[in-house]
């Protein structure tokens, strides 16, 4: 994020949070266990969230929001994610408005009625029946892996609308106040442990249509934004928290290296010529991966400021790219943690952190080989899986 669009989320919005300080304080925070302990990111950092504008980040202005570009709000996902993987991916869920444009404006306007500062978590496998009834659609069921839900305002769970025993149409997101939800904490993982990311359980919820949207369908909406390949968005917005990750993970090895010796009496590491030669090496594919990153995001971004729709080349060109920067950065803060030497190894050594964070960026769907078989496809002028796209 350059400068001036940074001072503008992190400093107008709230004179009392501050972006900076905040990341120093969840950095802090995140070492002693304390968002890891309880398995999500407690609530006083969510509203802290809220007030340096992550949430209303890409809200549109004429419902007080800030209307930031793909690339800011990545920027400032992948700042906090420097601070705290767990953190950076459950605000990274401030990219909802994308999903939530696919209600009606009316819906919209009632949920932003109270301002844009609204926090939204959803899961929507495995979709689950629903009846269709004169009042709206009942909802019952389970869904896994909600990010953030511990503290969201409203939450969207998956359903199939149907009639009898007849499907109605394609998956939706049925969207409800959070107090109707039940969370079970099943969230224990090796990596991202704090975002929180438990079972939904909804018990007979009515649910008005005009509350629920196909999840991905176009927006009508007129703002630039939501031409933006939602898809694409969803996945640059999570890949992102790798690269803060990896971004991290470099930064503290540069601060190691220069006093830490071997226990066997060795030279420092910064003066042994394979660290030397690693780090630069594992240095220049990070920087190339992240600039790829935001490259192939600025040139859709700048087709879509000219009213022009992206080319399929160059939304896959956006997914492979963040399948490549979601590995590279894995493969970086492995990297760190093996030249840290032993003490690296430890639980709860910052390195085996950013080593258990980025793995666990690199397991979701969105980063999967699949991308790279239907990017290879698209490159041979075959057709990619529906859905890629």
Same mark, same amino acid.
């Given at each position: 994020?350059?400068?001036?669009?940074?001072?503008?989320?992190?400093?107008?919005?709230?004179?009392?949070?501050?972006?900076?300080?905040?990341?120093?304080?969840?950095?802090?925070?995140?070492?002693?266990?304390?968002?890891?302990?309880?398995?999500?990111?407690?609530?006083?950092?969510?509203?802290?969230?809220?007030? %340096?504008?992550?949430?209303?980040?890409?809200?549109?202005?004429?419902? #007080?929001?800030?209307?930031?570009?793909?690339?800011?709000?990545?920027?400032?996902?992948?700042?906090?994610?420097?601070?705290?993987?767990?953190?950076?991916?459950?605000?990274?869920?401030?990219?909802?408005?994308?999903?939530?444009?696919?209600?009606?404006?009316?819906?919209?306007?009632?949920?932003?009625?109270?301002?844009?500062?609204?926090?939204?978590?959803?899961?929507?496998?495995?979709?689950?029946?629903?009846?269709?009834?004169?009042?709206?659609?009942?909802?019952?069921?389970?869904?896994?892996?909600?990010? #953030?839900?511990?503290?969201?305002?409203?939450?969207?769970?998956?359903?199939?609308?149907?009639?009898?025993?007849?499907?109605?149409?394609?998956?939706?997101?049925?969207?409800?106040?959070?107090?109707?939800?039940?969370?079970?904490?099943?969230?224990?993982?090796?990596?991202?442990?704090?975002? #929180?990311?438990?079972?939904? %359980?909804?018990?007979?919820?009515?649910?008005?249509?005009?509350?629920?949207?196909?999840?991905?369908?176009?927006?009508?909406?007129?703002?630039?934004?939501?031409?933006?390949?939602?898809?694409?968005?969803?996945?640059?917005?999570?890949?992102?928290?790798?690269?803060?990750?990896?971004?991290?993970?470099?930064?503290?090895?540069?601060?190691?290296?220069?006093?830490?010796?071997?226990?066997?009496?060795?030279?420092?590491?910064?003066?042994?010529?394979?660290?030397?030669?690693?780090?630069?090496?594992?240095?220049?594919?990070?920087?190339?991966?992240?600039?790829?990153?935001?490259?192939?995001?600025?040139?859709?971004?700048?087709?879509?400021?000219?009213?022009?729709?992206?080319?399929?080349?160059?939304?896959?060109?956006?997914?492979?790219?963040?399948?490549?920067?979601?590995?590279?950065?894995?493969?970086?803060?492995?990297?760190?943690?093996?030249?840290?030497?032993?003490?690296?190894?430890?639980?709860?050594?910052?390195?085996?952190?950013?080593?258990?964070?980025?793995?666990?960026?690199?397991?979701?769907?969105?980063?999967?080989?699949?991308?790279?078989?239907?990017?290879?496809?698209?490159?041979?002028?075959?057709?990619?899986?529906? #859905?890629?796209?």
């Amino acid at each position: 994020m350059n400068g001036l669009s940074m001072v503008s989320i992190s400093n107008n919005l709230n004179d009392d949070v501050d972006l900076d300080t905040l990341c120093q304080e969840i950095r802090e925070r995140a070492v002693t266990g304390e968002f890891d302990e309880q398995a999500y990111v407690s609530l006083d950092i969510i509203d802290k969230l809220k007030k %340096i504008g992550v949430y209303r980040a890409l809200v549109p202005a004429r419902f #007080g929001g800030e209307e930031c570009t793909p690339r800011e709000f990545c920027e400032l996902i992948e700042k906090l994610s420097t601070a705290d993987g767990s953190v950076g991916w459950v605000a990274s869920f401030g990219m909802s408005p994308a999903y939530l444009a696919g209600l009606p404006e009316a819906t919209l306007a009632q949920i932003y009625q109270d301002g844009p500062d609204v926090v939204f978590a959803g899961g929507i496998f495995p979709p689950q029946p629903a009846q269709v009834t004169q009042d709206g659609m009942l909802v019952k069921g389970r869904w896994k892996f909600s990010s #953030g839900c511990m503290g969201a305002d409203i939450i969207g769970v998956g359903i199939s609308p149907c009639k009898g025993s007849e499907a109605q149409g394609l998956p939706r997101m049925a969207v409800m106040p959070a107090d109707q939800v039940q969370i079970e904490m099943t969230w224990d993982t090796v990596g991202l442990k704090a975002t #929180g990311s438990h079972d939904l %359980i909804v018990n007979d919820v009515l649910v008005q249509e005009d509350w629920t949207f196909v999840r991905g369908e176009a927006s009508k909406l007129p703002e630039p934004f939501f031409k933006y390949p939602s898809l694409s968005f969803a996945t640059q917005v999570l890949t992102v928290v790798g690269i803060g990750i990896a971004a991290a993970a470099l930064e503290e090895f540069k601060n190691l290296a220069p006093g830490k010796s071997s226990i066997t009496g060795g030279a420092q590491i910064a003066h042994r010529p394979v660290t030397q030669y690693e780090f630069a090496k594992a240095e220049a594919e990070f920087l190339a991966s992240r600039a790829w990153f935001y490259q192939t995001m600025d040139a859709v971004w700048d087709v879509i400021l000219k009213g022009q729709q992206p080319l399929p080349e160059q939304i896959s060109q956006m997914r492979l790219s963040c399948t490549h920067a979601a590995r590279v950065a894995s493969k970086v803060t492995r990297k760190m943690q093996m030249l840290a030497g032993m003490t690296a190894i430890y639980t709860n050594n910052v390195f085996s952190r950013f080593v258990n964070d980025s793995n666990v960026v690199t397991q979701h769907a969105f980063m999967g080989d699949a991308t790279l078989l239907n990017a290879g496809a698209m490159s041979f002028g075959l057709e990619p899986t529906p #859905g890629y796209l």
